[in-house]
């Protein structure tokens, strides 16, 4: 079984913070993990993702997200949040069975930046 | 970037009707997915879909469920009959390969509301 923790529902900071969603994961082999955006009415957007290598990993929008298997973890990053960061932001883990894929994801983190 | 669309983007209908969803998926990707997210709720896999095949199925992808892709056209989920429980949003997506190429693209989604 797979499943993918975002524990924080609703994250608000100030413009200029630094800001860190939380992600965990359970999952039996070595994940691939992922974070996608929403804006609202609009679809998700890849952000970022970690498959092999180095721990951390940057991606589009200037965000960046760091794997740690010791906890289980894959929190994402950005340095200082800007008020167009304002969106619901998701986790998720690619379960690979033999010859396809599937998406977990996280309940969501609905991020909102003040001005 | 790459995207993918859907059609229609909200949908009505009354229980016990069969209801088609249509996914243009983007134009070289081979892997095709349909997913459900119940309002406020987390984004749920339904369906993978590769060189014509059901690769995989979650639970709740019920009986009443079917997908297919002919002759290179919509990737389409046809539900027959419907019920009330089917009222969400259906969210398409598509990806290039696995592994490494397994960045899922996602279309906006079809609001489905079942009377």
């Known amino acids: 079984a797979q499943s993918v923790d975002q524990p924080d529902a609703h994250v608000t900071l100030s413009e200029g913070a630094s800001l860190e969603l939380r992600c965990s994961y359970s999952y039996s082999a070595a994940p691939y993990l992922f974070w996608y955006v929403q804006y609202p009415g609009q679809s998700l957007q890849f952000l970022l993702k970690?498959?092999?290598?180095?721990?951390v990993v940057k991606g589009t929008k200037g965000f960046e997200a760091e794997f740690r298997k010791s906890n289980s973890s894959f929190n994402l990053k950005k340095s200082p949040a800007h008020w167009s960061d304002s969106a619901k932001y998701f986790c998720?883990?690619?379960?690979?069975?033999?010859?396809?894929?599937?998406?977990?994801f996280g309940k969501g983190t609905q991020l909102i930046i003040q001005p | 970037g790459p995207k993918v669309l859907q059609i229609p983007s909200h949908q009505i209908i009354d229980m016990g009707q069969m209801v088609t969803l249509n996914c243009d998926p983007v134009s070289n990707h081979l892997y095709f997915y349909w997913y459900k997210q119940i309002l406020g709720q987390q984004m749920e896999f339904l369906v993978n879909?590769?060189?014509?095949?059901?690769?995989?199925k979650s639970k709740l992808f019920k009986d009443q469920f079917s997908v297919e892709r002919p002759d290179g056209s919509y990737f389409t989920l046809k539900i027959q009959p419907t019920a009330l429980e089917d009222s969400a949003v259906y969210f398409c997506?598509?990806?290039?390969?696995?592994?490494?190429?397994?960045?899922?693209?996602f279309g906006p989604g079809t609001r489905l509301t079942v009377l």
């Open positions: 997506a598509s990806s290039l390969g696995l592994g490494v190429y397994a960045e899922q693209f």
């Open positions: 998720a883990l690619e379960g690979r069975t033999e010859g396809a894929d599937r998406l977990t």
């Open positions: 970690y498959i092999t290598g180095d721990t």
């Open positions: 879909f590769y060189n014509g095949k059901v690769m995989e």
